[in-house]
């Protein structure tokens, strides 16, 4: 009897020791809470790594290291109940942005051609994205009730206080490029040209705010596919404005006049470009959400779009005003393309827990790590 006891104790042993994850539990059932488990070859791997980096040579454990899928058929994580209004809002911003840099150059430069159709596809862009804005929180008033306080720690009251300054300057110089000829002697339309200068200038100013605050804004909650990009995602968010902005200017202003807008979506597109590229080589895990599914195809539409109309406003935006409506075009499509990826790729981060789970085990694996090699 104690020949048969020691060679079950044998047959329990050795297996683990040789890493033979077939007979390290392969049948062991998980409690109702956790569901599925890791593959057998990682689980034995994964527990003579813990074994050697704790020092010990201990008998390893036989159950299985259980893997978040859901908690009670739950996910980790609630998807966000944003629809495709939010990114909608996140491209108008940044257009309105893009183009109220450029209005504000060429006031300061004397194009009056494209300072006009940038103030007013500013304005235009602007509007746009408070409607988009207002119809994702279902009701007008919810935006005025986020100005009863400011609140430096939150992205969204910042947001809504830096909308707040820069609508006003944008909207009366706007208006003052639609001042008909007959009434610019009246006494409101020559107060009105006086503050528009100023007041449009001070927009321009708060305009990189408005640009990439909606990337501190998402990459501040927690969703994977935003709070892992947190570093890069403003510098994207402000290049695809900067294009878009430039794209408008050359798709509204008239050849002899769309030298700074031709310049400002070449910088724009590139810092795009390189931030969506740092971007993709810093992600971890959730590099999977961006690469497959719908947010991988809009991805790669949006940087074949970018690149085709970076290479059109290098080469021939500056000879055709063909050319340079169509490399407009197409840095206005890209720029949006990339801000449904972006709203995509988070959304579907949060249907499977392990862009959660997984970043954290390797974050606490390395702390634990650090501190075994501190002692």
Partial sequence: ???????????????????????QGGDAQLFQGIQGGRPPAERAGE????????????????????????YYGRPVLKPPVWKHEIPAYLFTGGLAAGTAVLAAGADLTGRPALRRASWLGSFGALLASMWFLVADLGRPDRFHHMLRVFKPTSPMSVGTWVLTAFGPGVGAAAVNELVPPRWQR???????????????LSAAATAPAVASYTAVLLSHTAVPGWNEVRDELPFVFTGSAAASGGGFGMLAAP???????????????????????????????????????????????????????????????????????????????????????????GVESTKDPKYVVVPQRERLDARALATADDR
């Fill in 255 to 345: 050849l002899e006049e769309n030298g700074p807008a031709r310049v400002f979506a070449a910088l724009g597109t590139v810092q795009e470009l390189v931030a969506s590229r740092v971007m993709e080589q810093r992600m971890g895990l959730v590099r999977e959400a961006y690469e497959h599914g719908q947010a991988g195809h809009l991805g790669h539409a949006a940087e074949v779009l970018n690149v085709a109309g970076l290479l059109g406003t290098v080469f021939l935006a500056g000879r055709s005003r063909t050319g340079a409506a169509a490399s407009g075009l197409a840095l206005l499509a890209g720029s949006a393309l990339q801000r449904f990826r972006v709203f995509d790729a």
């Fill in 47 to 70: 527990q003579l790594r813990r074994r050697r980096r704790n020092g010990r040579g201990g008998e390893p454990t036989v159950v299985p290291e259980a893997e978040f899928r859901s």
């Fill in 186 to 200: 009246t006494w409101p339309a020559r107060l009105l040209s006086r503050l528009a200068r100023p007041l449009g």
């Fill in 1 to 23: 009897m104690n020949r048969r006891n020691g060679h079950r104790n044998d047959r329990a042993v050795a297996p683990a020791e040789r890493g033979d994850a077939e007979a």
